[in-house]
T-cell receptor
Framework: DTEVTQTPKHLVMGMTNKKSLKCEQH?????MYWYKQKAKKPPELMFV???????INESVPSRFSPECPNSSLLNLHLHALQPEDSALYLC???????????????FGEGSWLTVV | AQSVTQPDIHITVSEGASLELRCNYS??????LFWYVQSPGQGLQLLLK??????LVQGIKGFEAEFKRSQSSFNLRKPSVHWSDAAEYFC????????????FGKGTKLSVKP
């Protein structure tokens, strides 16, 4: 089973709202990721959590705040977003950090975010 | 610097015809290569991967890919395309290291005509 579950599937929020995206995996993976994908583009890495600690922040604006409560869960807290933040947000996980040495990154179905 | 090139932005094939999607990579060491597929409105699904060993790898849904080091290529093939294969296909290389990320190509959109 290589399932990464994301909720909600769709989210519409105003620019003054606070909302969260949630991600869960039960594969015992110790690395979890947030990616952002705009239409007709490949995914772009936002954050990497390695053994529940934030290890990579790809210069993401502070209006995006990740959280890893435990090894199975990953949240992305959203506050004061802009319309240009509308995108598909993908969660992913892998057995260990990185994409080398035979490590495979598995993606969830994504959360579609619209900021109005 | 590592990079992945997918030369074809959009390909249209007839149902039942064969398919080859091209992928070229630039990477200094042994590459870890992946093909992902993304159906409209969906996340990315892993089709297949190459880490080492046999250069012809089999994946899900009848896809295969061949690693050719001399050509820095990892082309995806399917002998007979089905309408449900219409999707966006991304080739990616693992950047390696403990914090290495996936480097994606820009993707190839596959359309299937009846």
């Amino acid at each position: 089973d290589t399932e990464v579950t994301q909720t909600p599937k769709h989210l519409v929020m105003g620019m003054t709202n606070k909302k969260s995206l949630k991600c869960e995996q039960h594969m015992g993976h110790r690395a979890m990721y947030w990616y952002k994908q705009k239409a007709k583009k490949p995914p772009e890495l936002m954050f990497v959590y390695s053994y529940e600690k934030l290890s990579i922040n790809e210069s993401v604006p502070s209006r995006f705040s990740p959280e890893c409560p435990n090894s199975s869960l990953l949240n992305l807290h959203l506050h004061a977003l802009q319309p240009e933040d509308s995108a598909l947000y993908l969660c992913a996980s892998s057995q260990r950090p990185g994409s080398g040495s035979g490590n495979t990154i598995y993606f969830g179905e994504g959360s579609w975010l619209t900021v109005v | 610097a590592q990079s992945v090139t997918q030369p074809d932005i959009h390909i249209t094939v007839s149902e039942g015809a064969s398919l080859e999607l091209r992928c070229n990579y630039s990477y200094g060491a042994t590459p870890y290569l992946f093909w992902y597929v993304q159906s409209p409105g969906q996340g990315l699904q892993l089709l297949l991967k190459y880490f080492s060993g046999d250069t012809l790898v089999q994946g899900i849904k009848g896809f295969e890919a061949e690693f050719k080091r001399s050509q820095s290529s990892f082309n995806l093939r399917k002998p007979s395309v089905h309408w449900s294969d219409a999707a966006e296909y991304f080739c990616a290389v693992g950047a390696g290291g403990s914090q290495g990320n996936l480097i994606f190509g820009k993707g190839t959109k596959l359309s299937v005509k009846p």
